[in-house]
């Protein structure tokens, strides 16, 4: 599967396929367990909530991962930095299996992966001054800079844009903006090859996420270094990675590079997901008409997801085949090389408007089917 994945073009190297990945993941799968019972506490059950993963990012690459709450993104993101232990699979880190390594094992490399946390908030120490947080990857790993780890850390906050005389303030006298951008120097501190951040800019104001995330364009443009960018805002994601993943329920369900996602997309649940997202021409009803899906009921529960394809209970194609079988992610005819898709019924690679609405809400159709009956009985009356 990982030989259809290709290098999006635009990125210094040409169309070349990259010689080795910088990070391959393979069927990961992180199962945490349900205790119940009384009084002796046994496993009944298991939250799958990621269920046999396969991923790769090569080395100065955006790539970005996205789905609604609950698919298994944020899991993945710790999984790959190593905060979680994997259930079964592998992690492939520049032709090394990390994905059991000891801790001893993990130490030549934790320099190297970096995350940045969602919460800018709580994953910051109060305790701590700002220089003291963003020096303290450089105390745990032994590294003494030239000029001194205060000079480096000024060093850093000036390269995220904050002012070097920061330096001795506490994070309470930041905004979550600027909080963010220290999470960022912090990240950056060690001089990773691989980031990964974890909705970075999903607790902050409109306004502020685009500066973190131009910020974060700027360090990945002048540092090379490859993000997993993790998100559920569309328009964030399409704006900053390079190649996108589609998540549902513990599983990639699409895969390709930015303009075949978001403009050429197969997968019914990616079609719904761009569906979804908000655009000011067309509240204002000017620009391009698109597709309208309203999907019905939630996520099911990952603790039992169902048989064959896991979105076949939302989907509006679901036949008997998706129940009795998984859909392989691979490279449908028609699509571009790296675009793989796991659908055993795929839609048309096109977002254009539909001869009529998907709308499998009931409670939806009943509240808009209200003001036309509401307006059929007044002329009655």
Not at 249 to 270: A, Q
Not at 358 to 377: Q, S
Request: net charge negative; with cysteine; aromatic share 4%.
């Amino acid at each position: 599967m990982t030989e259809d994945l290709v290098l999006p073009a635009g990125r210094g190297t040409g169309d070349a396929v990259a010689p080795e990945p910088l990070l391959q993941v393979s069927g990961l799968v992180k199962h945490f367990p349900v205790k119940g019972g009384f009084p002796i506490r046994r496993t009944v059950g298991a939250v799958q909530a990621v269920d046999g993963l396969d991923l790769v990012v090569h080395a100065g690459e955006s790539f970005g991962l996205v789905g609604e709450s609950g698919c298994g993104k944020s899991t993945t993101g710790r999984l790959i930095t190593r905060l979680l232990e994997p259930t079964h699979g592998t992690i492939t880190y520049r032709g090394r299996d990390i994905g059991h390594a000891t801790r001893r094992q993990l130490a030549p490399i934790r320099s190297e992966i970096q995350m940045i946390f969602q919460d800018p908030y709580s994953s910051l120490n109060p305790r701590q001054t700002v220089g003291k947080i963003i020096s303290g990857p450089m105390e745990i790993n032994g590294i003494e800079p030239e000029g001194g780890r205060e000079k480096r850390v000024r060093e850093l906050l000036e390269i995220v844009g904050l002012n070097p005389e920061h330096f001795n303030r506490f994070p309470h006298e930041f905004s979550g903006g600027q909080r963010q951008r220290i999470g960022v120097a912090r990240a950056l501190a060690l001089e990773p090859k691989l980031i990964v951040a974890d909705e970075p800019v999903s607790a902050l104001d409109v306004s502020i996420q685009a500066q973190v995330v131009n910020l974060l364009q700027q360090v990945q443009r002048e540092l090379g270094i490859a993000f997993v960018f993790i998100a559920h805002d569309l328009a964030v994601v399409r704006h900053f990675s390079q190649r996108v993943a589609v998540m549902y329920l513990g599983k990639i369900i699409e895969v390709g590079d930015r303009d075949s996602i978001y403009t050429r997309p197969r997968h019914p649940y990616t079609h719904a997901l761009l569906s979804a997202v908000p655009e000011v021409n067309l509240v204002s009803g000017e620009g391009p008409q698109r597709e309208r899906i309203r999907l019905a009921g939630d996520v099911p529960s990952p603790i039992s997801p169902p048989s064959g394809c896991r979105f076949r209970t939302r989907c509006w194609k679901a036949q008997d085949k998706c129940a009795a079988e998984e859909p392989p992610l691979i490279r449908l005819s028609g699509n571009r090389d790296g675009h793989l898709t796991a659908c055993h019924f795929p839609e048309e690679p096109t977002t254009e408007p539909r001869d009529e609405d998907i709308v499998l809400d009931p409670a939806l159709t009943a509240l808009e089917d209200r003001p036309a009956a509401d307006a059929e009985a007044e002329r009655e009356g």
